[in-house]
């Protein structure tokens, strides 16, 4: 990141037509833009959200109170227009790419072999690293994966401790039944995969699925392009989770748009010192959350970029 | 408000491609919009934010860090494009419509006399009052007027007690000194009024101003047109405060559309049962928290009224 042009923005900002510091996220959004771009003044000119899709093998513990084939059939209704991150991106004003990957072949169920093997792991992270193109100013993460709330919860545990219910949530929607079995197959998980979840990037093959592979790639490549990230709810949060794991700082281009109402997100979120945006009581996915909060930083963005200064304005100072 | 058309959006979000209530707070904005409009598919085609801008006599006891001289400079710069909220009205898609209250009389020091006697309240809330015009979708309000966080202080001890301590921050960033003659300010207009603060309107009149006499109007008018409200900051949730203490309902049309950073706003919407939309740490008023949350009430219209259902889009159901 660029301290330079974070400073640069910091210093504009204060001579704005408005007490300092008075718009307050507002104007540190501003300066992260500025930071991670590199650029004095930071621009939002192509705005993108990435969607990954994948199937998960754990559903066979049943674990989702859908069936696999909806992540499929949503692909669909995100290519004809009628989900509701087609409306989202639209008021956001932000270009939408869906990455559904290998949906025929699921990943494995983790409660009996690892989730990727180094192959398909790394073919999933590439995938996701090879999206990203340098020309974006903003990018947006999201996924949709019947099923996926189990491995971010199994990430989250084998990352941050605290046992196996402390992550776990309903999804889009399990009874208490269905609750109890995510709790077991993400203890069996945990158990099964020991060996391999020192390693962040075991923890992400073993436990993890095709689309949080993509969007762990996605993020590192931004990072490599100086785009600004921002997150979605608990599985893209979990599916970047591991580069904070690797390296202090490796989220700190990345903005949590939203705290999700999926019960794990919370305290993920307080695992990465990532505080959220947008706390909107949400827990759709689909990059729903991320997409919201385009057009804060839009905000964020003007008002540093188009309001005059006291001396421009004639305004008196204190 | 119409329990049809509420009910009527509601049904319609249960058939949508989503786990039943996963867009959180989106939802219940979509049946907000309905039950205030009185149709079944809302629209946002006209959104404007009213900026109201007053002057305080109340100044003369020096509880505002900046000269009064900026009110009427700051609504120079709005009519130029230069203030955060020219920038913030665009990204929304709003108009923005600037009223500036007679200047050059500002209201009377309440440490003396009432702010307004009731020519001069009446006048105020019929200027907002008549600004709104039943063509409009959504209405946002916003204030300018140097001094003002001391008056919307004023008003909210008045109406829910606790001392005038609880409910007195910093505003544009007084020092210790300021914020002690701010409390004794209150405390000295509590008193000199209290024969007439068991009424909400002698609230108003007594301890308000100009602009917050408006907000008070127009919030007022737009109950009556059917049209819904976001309201911003401290000031403007303590000059519409006073229609709750008219009627329980009084503010059931208005969503509060973000927690300020000055002190006493937290407290307040917590006393009118508001949850705050967002909470960014702003605190700059001029509507400029009113007009960052238009573009989710934007969000969540287009998702109810644009996404697919189930059967529209082939999706399987649980």
Known sequence: GSDTAAKAVANRQDTLTKPQGSLGKLETIASWLARWQGRDMPRLDRVKVFVFAG?????????????????VQMV?????????????????GAELDVIPLDLDHPSGD????????????????????????KDLDLVCFGEMGIGNTTPAAAISAALFGGGAEKWTGRGTGVDDAGLKRKVVAIEAGLKRHAAALADPLGVAASLGGRELAAIFGA??????????????????????APLAKLHPAGLAHTIAAHVSAESGHRGLLEALALP???????????GSGACLAVNIVRSALECHARMASFAEAGVSEK
Chains 1, 2 share one sequence.
């Open 55 to 71: 199937n998960h093998g754990v559903t066979a513990q049943g674990v989702s109170a859908y069936p696999s084939e909806v992540t």
């Open 76 to 92: 669909a209704n995100f290519a004809g227009g009628g989900a509701a991150i087609n409306q989202l991106a639209r008021i956001a």
């Open 110 to 133: 983790f409660t009996q072999v690892a989730a990727m093997d180094e192959k398909a792991f790394l073919a999933a992270v590439s995938a996701g690293y090879d999206a990203i193109t």
């Open 276 to 286: 959220p945006l947008l706390d909107l009581g949400m827990r759709l996915g689909e």
């Open 219 to 240: 993020t590192l490549a931004a990072r490599h392009l100086g785009i600004p990230v921002l997150l979605d709810g608990f599985v893209c949060t979990a599916a970047a």
